[in-house]
């Protein structure tokens, strides 16, 4: 299912965003494993919505040998959440590619302090199980680069990520609510967390990650809510921070909470030229003003760190 086929131009100014739904409705309809393609070229694609659940295989391959280019005016996509979502999907893999968020403009606005959209998340996995994303780089995202949200056994490796370090809010990867996650062997360098591990993660395994610059490897924020769910069994390992604010982060709200922190394992890190190697931040709050200022909630038990 090459999106040529369905009308895709790659100049990167023509609109393809219909040319990828009607491939992937397409390869959704599909009954036998399905391959959709995308050459090499820049293709301009809106916000588009991948819906899994009426698919007949699970088993759709996306392998991206081009660029996929976001439009440039951030009011486009800048209230919509997501650039490119996928829910509900099942068995999906992505190969390869290159996803450009064009977030200059919108951080530009927020820097300047004007009111500004919050912006789009360049690629969303919601409810989802059974996804691998292999060589996928994500450059300039206007707000998060990629969040899993409510995903079950999912792989991201040979991931390359990057944002300028003065470029808010574009966290590298955010993972809530989800459990089965591996992310490895990927070079990460954004304006804020690296990787981010909110409420909700078990049985998450991060390994051989280059972390710079950014925020570092944080678990949370936690505890904003009363009642959250917690974060355990996390293993992080063999990760090299350069030039980071922090290297091995956990932040938690000074307020009341049912979240928490148990079974994580640090092990094997260099740090270089990192301001907070390791940080426990019991009173987190980004924006100055309006602290809640009473106790956190949120319980922090068997965290190790080792050989760092």
Same mark, same amino acid.
């Given at each position: ?187 990460? $360098?954004? %304006?804020?967390?690296?990787? *981010? !591990? @909110? ?6 395994? &991060?390994? #051989?990650?280059?972390?710079?610059? $950014?925020? %570092?490897?944080?678990?949370? *924020? !936690? @505890? ?6 917690? &974060?355990? #069994? ?75």
């Amino acid at each position: 299912y090459n999106v040529q086929s369905y009308g895709a131009k790659s100049d990167g100014r023509s609109d393809s965003t219909n040319s990828f739904l009607s491939a992937w409705a397409a390869a959704c309809a599909s009954v036998a494993p399905a391959t959709i393609y995308v050459p090499p070229g820049r293709f301009l694609v809106g916000g588009a919505s991948f819906w899994g659940q009426n698919c007949k295989n699970n088993a759709i391959t996306i392998r991206i040998n081009g660029t996929l280019v976001a439009p440039s005016d951030y009011n486009v996509l800048g209230h919509t959440g997501n650039w490119l979502k996928f829910e509900r999907v099942n068995g999906l893999s992505i190969y390869g590619g290159t996803l450009d968020g064009q977030g200059t403009g919108l951080w530009a606005c927020k820097n300047s302090g004007k009111h500004c959209p919050q912006g789009a998340t360049s690629l969303g996995f919601y409810n989802s199980n059974k996804v691998l994303v292999s060589g996928l780089s994500s450059l300039n995202s206007q707000f998060f680069h990629i969040i899993l949200d409510g995903c079950q056994n999912t792989r991201l490796e040979g991931v390359k990520i990057s944002a300028p370090e003065n470029s808010p809010n574009t966290d590298g990867i955010h993972v809530q609510s989800s459990s089965g996650i591996t992310i490895t062997t990927s070079h990460i $360098g954004t %304006g804020d967390d690296c990787i *981010s !591990l @909110g409420p909700g993660c078990s049985n998450m395994w &991060v390994e #051989n990650i280059n972390c710079g610059p $950014g925020h %570092g490897i944080s678990i949370g *924020s !936690l @505890g904003s809510s009363v009642q959250e769910p917690g &974060v355990k #069994n996390v293993t992080v390992k063999t990760v090299t921070f350069s030039g980071t604010e922090n290297g091995l982060r956990i932040k938690t709200w000074a307020k009341p909470s049912t979240g928490f922190v148990a079974g994580v394992l640090f092990q094997h890190a260099v740090m270089i030229n990192v301001q907070n190697p390791i940080i426990i931040d019991q009173n987190y709050c980004p924006s100055g003003g309006r602290c809640p200022g009473q106790a956190s909630g949120v319980r922090i038990s068997d965290v190790t760190y080792q050989d760092v």
